[in-house]
């Protein structure tokens, strides 16, 4: 298998293709898919490849193209869904929950519903209040559904392969911050397993638990706890949140002693309380702790999220309290770095 | 006409159907109460004729879906009647394993591909299998039953365009009953503007019947059928009827009066069995026969789901993934 170095939007494009030329009854439609953009160049060329009647723009109508996506799936086709905003698709909770979700239970397992919903993370540039949730615990929530969360070029594609391919709903979610991320890949067609988190660092001192993009924020943190502290961390990355496999976390757990879950979504009735109430239950010689966003919307203006968002400092900052060390010596390394945009090169508009 | 002079055998199947549907619907009215059947169940009775004349007018290849009050449209596909019986009495043998009750009825092999129970969530899931038809190049149909409550959902107005924009085989079926639970029309939508006149704004071609005629409303259903089965893109019916029993259960509810009496003795003049038969002149002695075969038949369902097993509590579990 030869590898070469592309970006997370290419692989995301990669995998539709393969996935479209194993089987023609993959659909591939959403809006702004044929589009010159076409969705952050995921959806590049599918339509001259594929033609128009697999790969199509739509209407404004979230709720009902989701229907009829999942009306598609009773006669075998598999549709790929995209919504350029996660906060988009929420106009299509309808037939994401009672209809998708449901399907294969409530008529008695007779026929499964093979739809893949990708939804893209925004965050920053003032995506503000309604264009940058990471609502993943709604969806972990909800029996029926798969949620599939990324983080890098080579998970996107093999995970999106395996989704398309799933014979249940997944839900998708793509971080916008990690659309040109570049990572060596495999070409050609692979499948990464869905519910199989990844011991992406190994350590012993501590355990994060992350995952989209707080999992390249995490691999700085370690960098930096390892050279400044010495203290050796394992990074698990949580790329599926439902369903949840715990197996992976706590044997972390149980050799570090020491946790923190790094979640991007709002602390309250999340995955970083799922797992810390989970482990809390399971192992009772831990340090346990959590890291996610206030309980509040993101702002617009770039004042004003300043300390809305985690990076690798806070990381750092919050298991070095939690380990009893202390934090208040530790240099922050990017105190002059803006939080609402992913490097200084970006340049907007979203 | 006289009964025995009808031409078209269509007509003897259309009553046949009302019939097996209002006696299924009957019993179930008149066992509901042995609290046995433990699930919300909206019956059809009043509104078999819209159904009954699709059952003639469809086949194999075409398909259904529908909504909360889908035993008619079950019946009419030919769903398997001790399934669906079996299902409303929570067995094992239900036709969704008793997962999902009245409200969830599915017979694919009949081509009934279910029923859900939000309003208007079935509609865009009907429009996605007329895709599929089109994809597929079948010559088979989507049908989509709806009441006049669900025409007031975003979510009609998004499917009605998608098939129109896509030109997709698609029989829109609205059975309009005038109620939504006990909200008339006239506080849901303005009095002047009618459904159909919207749909064709639309792009959708519309016709609007009386559900309850099936003497003037066949041909007209059918010549609209035959214009979606020929690749012209969606239509849609606007059938008016009425039901006679509460929205929900098995009971007589008009001594709550939110339906004007003048209303329902309207309507009850214009039950579509009784219209039927006083329309073609059929003799008692036929309808008596029709009954005697469909007793038989609904009996059996009946002792069928009696006589089934109760799914082991340990199956909950079973089913949230397909594997």
């Known amino acids: ?20 030329r194993k089987d023609p009854k993959v659909l591939c439609y959403g809006l702004g898919v044929t589009d010159p953009k076409a969705v952050f160049n995921t959806t590049s060329g599918l339509e001259e490849e594929f033609g128009n009647e697999r790969v199509f723009d739509i209407p404004c109508s979230e709720n ?16 790929v869904l995209t919504h350029q905003r996660l906060d988009f698709a929420l106009l299509s909770m309808d037939q994401i929950v009672n209809s998708a979700a449901k399907w294969h239970y409530m008529f008695g397992s007779q026929r499964p519903v093979p739809i893949t919903i990708r939804m893209i993370l925004g965050r920053g ?18 029996p029926g559904l798969k949620v599939v969360v990324p983080s890098n070029p080579h998970d996107a594609k093999g995970l999106l392969i395996a989704s398309i391919f799933d014979p249940n709903p997944v839900i998708f979610l793509e971080h916008r911050w990690l659309h040109n991320s570049v990572r060596s890949i495999p ?10 988190p990844k011991t992406v660092r190994e350590g012993s001192d501590c355990t994060l638990v992350a995952n989209s993009y707080m999992v390249p924020e995490c691999l700085n943190a370690a960098k930096i706890l390892s050279e400044e502290y010495g203290i050796q961390t394992e990074i698990i990355d949580l790329n599926t949140v439902r369903p949840l496999a715990m197996e992976g976390i706590e044997k972390s757990a149980k050799k570090t002693k020491n946790l923190l879950v790094v979640d991007s979504g709002l602390s309250s009735f999340s995955i970083s309380s799922e797992i810390v109430s989970r482990l809390a239950l399971a192992q009772n010689d831990l340090t346990i702790g959590k890291l996610a966003l206030h309980d509040i919307s993101e702002p617009t203006s770039q004042a004003l ?3 809305y968002h985690n990076n690798s400092d806070d990381i750092v900052v919050r298991l070095l309290d939690m380990l009893g060390l202390g934090s208040k010596k530790f240099k922050k390394r990017r105190i002059n770095e803006q939080k609402d945009i992913p490097g200084n090169w970006f340049r907007g508009p979203f | 006409m ?23 619907e009957e019993e179930i009215a008149k066992r509901y109460n042995e609290q046995k059947m433990r699930c919300p169940t909206h019956l059809s009775i009043g509104q078999e004729g819209v159904p009954a004349m699709l059952s003639v007018l469809t086949g194999k290849a075409d398909l259904v879906v529908s909504s909360h009050r889908s035993h008619a449209h079950y019946i009419a596909k030919g ?88 030109k997709l085989p698609v029989l829109f079926v609205c059975e309009n009953n005038a109620f939504s639970v006990y909200s008339p029309k006239s506080v849901r939508q303005p009095h002047n503007r009618s459904i159909v006149d919207v749909a064709s704004a639309m792009g959708v071609k519309s016709l609007h019947i009386n559900g309850n005629d099936v003497n003037v409303s066949l041909s007209l259903l059918s010549d609209l059928v035959e214009n979606v089965r020929s690749g012209k893109g969606p239509a849609l019916v606007e059938a008016d009827t009425y039901r006679k029993l509460e929205h929900c259960g098995p009971n007589w509810d008009d001594d709550l009066k939110y339906r004007p009496p003048q209303e329902v003795e309207f309507w009850e003049k214009n039950d579509p069995i009784d219209t039927f038969i006083s329309d073609f002149s059929v003799p008692e002695t ?9 007793k038989l038949e609904i009996e059996g369902a009946f002792e069928y789901a009696e006589a089934s097993d109760f799914p082991d509590p340990s199956e909950a579990y079973i089913g949230e993934y397909a594997t």
């Open chain 1, 1 to 20: 298998m030869r590898y070469r170095e592309i970006t997370f939007s290419d692989a995301i494009n990669e995998a539709l293709r393969e996935s479209m």
């Open chain 1, 64 to 79: 009902g193209i989701t229907g009829i996506a999942i009306g598609a799936a009773l006669r075998g086709y598999r549709s």
């Open chain 1, 125 to 142: 540039w003032g995506q503000g209040p309604t264009h940058s949730q990471n609502l993943q615990s709604w969806f972990a929530h909800i």
């Open chain 1, 187 to 196: 070409e050609g067609y692979f499948e990464t397993k869905i519910g199989t």
């Open chain 1, 305 to 307: 999220i300043k300390e």
């Open chain 2, 2 to 24: 006289v009964y025995s002079l009808i031409d078209k055998f269509d007509y003897q199947n259309v009553l046949d159907m009302m019939i097996k549907i209002r006696l299924t």
């Open chain 2, 79 to 166: 769903g398997r009647l001790p399934q669906m019986i079996a299902e409303i009495y929570g067995k094992s043998t239900g036709c969704s394993s008793g997962k999902g009750g009245s409200m969830h009825l599915i017979d694919e092999d009949a081509g009934f591909m279910g029923s859900t129970a939000i309003v208007g969530n079935s509609i865009p899931i009907g429009v996605g299998l007329g895709l599929a038809l089109k994809l597929d190049k079948s010559q088979g149909i989507s049908i989509i039953y709806f009441g006049d409550g669900a025409t007031e959902q975003g979510v009609y107005y998004e499917s009605l365009n998608f098939a129109a924009l896509h």
């Open chain 2, 286 to 294: 036929v309808i008596n026969e029709i009954k005697e075969k469909y």
